[in-house]
Nanobody
């Protein structure tokens, strides 16, 4: 089970740090990612990190502003979001998969979402 937290209301230009904690299983065996869904839009990829933490990918829209990291010992994956924009407003979800490819297409596990609202 994955549980995301850290969402909230922030002004444009501000920062938030999202965290995804796993219970009942270790994330060490999974590639992990963050996705988001804005109102009226489809869910989209935000960032991913391989199980060893070496392979990291970002959506173009967040490259340079967001940083994904993982702590396998603490069983958590984090998303540091800086220079937030109103268009970053969305429900953010963490996900786990057996490979990066399946993370994008069909993750094994989804966390419940956490709402991020960025005011202008």
């Amino acid at each position: 089970q994955l549980q995301a937290s850290g969402g909230g209301l922030v002004q444009a230009g501000g920062s938030l740090r999202l965290s995804c904690a796993a219970s009942g299983r270790t994330i060490r065996s999974y590639d992990m990612g963050w996705f988001r869904q804005a109102p009226g839009k489809e869910r989209e990829f935000v960032a991913s990190i391989s199980r060893g933490g070496v392979g990291i990918y970002y959506a173009d829209s967040v490259e340079g502003r967001f940083t994904i990291s993982r702590d396998n010992a603490k069983n958590t994956v984090n998303l540091q979001m800086n220079s937030l924009k109103p268009e970053d407003t969305a429900v953010y979800y963490c996900a786990a998969a057996g490979s990066i490819a399946t993370l994008y297409s069909s993750p094994l596990y989804w966390g419940q979402g956490t709402l991020v609202t960025v005011s202008s």
